[in-house]
């Protein structure tokens, strides 16, 4: 399971229900349909076994909503492989329009939480042909594509599709619809990176489904609105949040987003520095079960908590063996990531070369019908088919050139990072773990610089968004321009940077001097920011485990920058014995 697990699990109980006819048995299937989302999931279950005694008083259609319903409830059970085999299946049967779109839906976030990429990208595609014939559905799918595209990292374009199912819902009114809808618009702000926007959709949500009755997204949006406060070093009221969240998860029987809710509760625990002992306690349990459901940035989540909880009871031995499985669990979920991400390009640019395909269908077309009139004039016969051919094969050319240049950008993109153009966080670790192992296996020095901005959060709060991203796009060019083939340098994520060198602490040193030195205020709108950086570095001493020990070493000298006053670079010289480089 990927990080996007729980999340994807909440979306189980999206799938509304519509009104339908008074007589009984359209009543039964629409009650059934009803407690879906505003009932414990065992309630419906109970309905649709009571109905299983006399399916003849049922026709096509009710008892193909009812199977939705039924594996809808299997997924939410935990059973979610038998309910995605399932929904397939019932995809194969002829269901009405809107029905099928529903279904879709359900399948495409179930085949998402089962990491099943290329067949949840491959349903969305096959569900926005049938939208012609179900209009009034469009707002299921575009949420159901914007959460894929949450899940790629195409937050903009994920925001973008959840504005407009919103947009879809708004003027019809239906409370379940909006529900689904601000839930979609809050899960891609969550991604973004304004907590206090993220937060405001959150308690829209939970407005939004408290009207709908929706239990598991109400409690979905009480543990958003947990998760932003923590963002904000809001701890006790994030806790409160959280523990609400729980509560509302365990009234509502839904195993998986209960928790993900005592994950956001440790934390709390162990941020306001209260119930260390609770904190213990749930932290063990989540780690057993995140750990048979092989979700690995949970089980990254839950270790690294451990490992403060460690760090604060003085236990540094036990601290540092949570840190390493840790980070051990962080490159499982990397390479989740990475599956997601070529997935994404892969449906990108299959989708590009079909429509470069029926580009050269339709000039073939029209060479056809060139040579139908040419029949009668057997001179421009061969004029006309040699001119074809040159179409065609100048077609082909600019084709094969324009997929040439789209799988170079496809894989440029999946390697750096787009603002800054520097290399992205996979792709430093990836060549770094092999500059490493030269290096030590050459007996040459190697060192880690990690770097970031001093007070960002501030930039962005008093000059805006877009300040922050011009500082961010100059310290990237000039790590390019200083850096150059010394080394490997990239963006870690937010405001923080790691470059990697074949050299000593020294030229490390030398190297951010030049960096600092060369940093300038930059102007966004008129306004003149200025702004600093702050660095911690660390040589391999011989005797460093791994890469993402060496970098965590530079990352705990930086930390010590922050706290020594900031703009300036201490350099790690051993474990528990840094000193200031400048």
């Not at 609105?225 to 839904?254: I, N, P």
């Not at 996979?426 to 770094?432: D, I, N, T, Y």
């Not at 991203?469 to 940077?497: C, Y």
């Not at 702050?534 to 391999?540: T, W």
Request: charged content about 25%; aromatic content about 6%.
């Amino acid at each position: 399971m990927s990080r996007y697990c729980c999340v994807a699990l909440l979306w189980l109980a999206l799938v509304g229900a519509p009104v339908f006819a008074a007589d009984a048995p359209e009543a039964a299937v629409a009650e059934i349909e009803r407690l879906g989302t505003t009932a414990h999931w065992r309630e419906s279950d109970v309905r649709i076994a009571a109905l299983a005694s006399r399916p003849q008083a049922l026709t096509a259609e009710q008892r193909q909503r009812i199977d939705h319903v039924r594996l809808r409830n299997l997924a939410l059970a935990g059973q979610q492989p038998a309910a995605l085999d399932g929904l397939v299946e019932l995809l194969r049967q002829d269901l009405p329009a809107p029905l099928r779109v529903r279904v879709y839906t359900t399948a495409i976030r179930v085949a998402a939480n089962l990491e099943r990429w290329t067949l949840a990208f491959g349903l969305l595609g096959e569900g926005l042909t049938h939208l012609p014939q179900a209009p009034a559905e469009s707002a299921r799918l575009l949420g159901a594509a914007s959460y894929l595209h949450t899940l790629v990292g195409e937050t903009g374009k994920a925001r973008d599709l959840a504005l407009r199912a919103l947009a879809h819902v708004d003027a019809d009114g239906d409370p379940g619809a909006l529900c689904r809808a601000v839930t979609d618009v809050a899960m891609a702000a969550d991604h973004a990176s304004d907590p206090r926007e993220a937060e405001a959709w959150r308690h829209r949500q939970i407005d939004a489904c408290t009207r709908a009755g929706d239990l598991v997204m109400i409690a979905n949006g009480k543990l958003g609105v947990g998760k932003t406060a923590a963002r904000q070093e809001r701890h006790a009221e994030a806790l409160d949040w959280s523990r609400r969240a729980l509560a509302d998860f365990e009234a509502a029987g839904f195993e998986a987003g209960a928790w993900s809710a005592r994950l956001a509760v440790a934390e709390g625990l162990i941020e306001s520095s209260s119930g260390p002992g609770e904190a213990e306690a749930l932290l063990a349990d989540t780690l057993a079960y995140y750990s048979d459901h092989d979700a690995h940035f949970a089980i990254a989540e839950t270790e690294q908590l451990i490992a403060r909880l460690a760090e604060r009871r003085g236990e540094p031995v036990q601290a540092l063996a949570h840190f390493k499985r840790s980070m051990a669990a962080s490159e499982a979920a990397e390479r989740d990531a990475r599956e997601r991400r070529l997935a994404y390009l892969q449906v990108e640019f299959d989708t590009r070369l079909k429509e470069q395909q029926i580009a050269l269908l339709e000039a073939e077309k029209e060479l056809a019908a060139v040579q139908a009139t040419a029949t009668r004039r057997r001179q421009l016969l061969l004029a006309g088919g040699m001119g074809g051919m040159l179409v065609i094969a100048i077609l082909l050319f600019g084709l094969l050139r324009r997929s040439i240049r789209e799988r170079r950008r496809y894989r440029w993109q999946s390697q750096h990072d787009g603002l800054t153009r520097l290399y992205n966080y996979q792709q430093v670790r990836r060549l770094g773990a092999k500059a490493f192992t030269r290096a030590r296996g050459d007996g040459r020095p190697f060192t880690a610089i990690v770097a970031d901005i001093d007070k960002f959060k501030q930039v962005n709060d008093d000059y805006g968004h877009a300040a922050g991203d011009e500082a961010l796009r100059s310290l990237g060019a000039w790590i390019t321009d200083i850096v150059g083939g010394q080394g490997i340098a990239g963006r870690s994520g937010g405001d923080e940077f790691t470059i990697l060198l074949d050299a000593d602490a020294a030229t490390a040193g030398a190297l951010m001097e030049r960096l600092r030195a060369r940093i300038e205020p930059v102007t966004v709108f008129g306004q003149r920011v200025d702004f600093n950086v702050s660095a911690g570095i660390c040589q391999d001493d011989g005797e460093t485990a791994s890469l993402e020990q060496l970098i965590h070493r530079a990352d705990r000298a930086l930390y010590r920058a922050k706290h020594g006053g900031r703009d300036r670079v201490v350099l790690a010289r051993a474990p528990g014995a840094d000193a200031t480089a400048g």
